[in-house]
């Protein structure tokens, strides 16, 4: 409820949850979609489980929710739904085609998303200090969770860089062919 002075710290928590809850979303949409375009490849396994894990951190995101009393913003989640479709149009001169660099990208972005996750868990693993109604073991885990799988995706982003973008003192131009064997990447 919002007061004089402003918005509650109750208003305040639902509107975090809810921009994770939208994000959640979308990053669950790309990685079911991302598992779904490598069925037969090497990377299908992982990014399988990968998607798996990730609708099952947006599944405990709204138990959590729930156990806070923070009503769902359907609009937030529809617009998060919605902006996940309209990213698969890129310009990446491919006009009905993945691009090579669409792994690369997409796995920056599943990283760059397991890592608000984790900082959302984070800050809620803070909160259970004080609030009974978090389960501060359950954030444990989750956080522990992510944290397995920002490694994950990390493997995977350096394999499609390596198959994608030579490094720079590799003789010969940079392979744009998907089904490339990765080259070793200094310290990696």
């Known amino acids: 409820?919002?007061?004089?002075?402003?918005?509650?710290?109750?208003?305040?928590?639902?509107?975090?949850?809810?921009?994770?809850?939208?994000?959640?979303?979308?990053?669950?949409?790309?990685?079911?979609?991302?598992a779904r375009a490598h069925r037969g490849r090497e990377e299908a396994v992982p990014l399988s489980r990968l998607a798996a894990e990730i609708a099952q951190d947006?599944?405990?995101?709204?138990?959590?929710?729930?156990?806070?009393?923070i009503t769902v913003r359907?609009?937030?989640?529809?617009?998060?739904?919605?902006?996940?479709?309209?990213?698969?149009?890129?310009?990446?001169g491919r006009l009905?085609?993945?691009?090579?660099?669409?792994?690369?990208?997409?796995?920056?972005?599943?990283?760059?998303?397991v890592e608000g996750k984790v900082a959302g868990w984070r800050t809620l693993r803070t909160l259970a200090?004080?609030?009974p109604r978090l389960d501060a073991g359950r954030l444990d885990e989750l956080i522990a969770g992510a944290g397995s799988q920002a490694g994950q995706l990390e493997e995977l982003r350096i394999r499609a860089a390596s198959r994608v973008i030579s490094h720079p003192s590799a003789?010969?131009?940079?392979?744009?062919?998907p089904a490339a064997e990765p080259k070793e990447l200094p310290g990696g």
């Open 1 to 34: 409820m919002t007061n004089a002075i402003g918005p509650s710290r109750q208003d305040m928590l639902g509107v975090y949850l809810n921009d994770h809850l939208a994000g959640a979303t979308a990053g669950s949409e790309l990685a079911s979609r991302m």
């Open 58 to 69: 947006r599944s405990a995101l709204l138990a959590i929710m729930a156990s806070l009393g």
């Open 74 to 92: 359907g609009y937030k989640v529809g617009a998060a739904w919605i902006g996940e479709k309209i990213g698969r149009l890129k310009f990446n």
């Open 96 to 113: 009905l085609g993945r691009s090579p660099l669409s792994d690369l990208e997409e796995l920056e972005l599943l990283r760059l998303g």
């Open 129 to 131: 200090d004080a609030d």
């Open 171 to 177: 003789p010969g131009p940079a392979t744009l062919d």
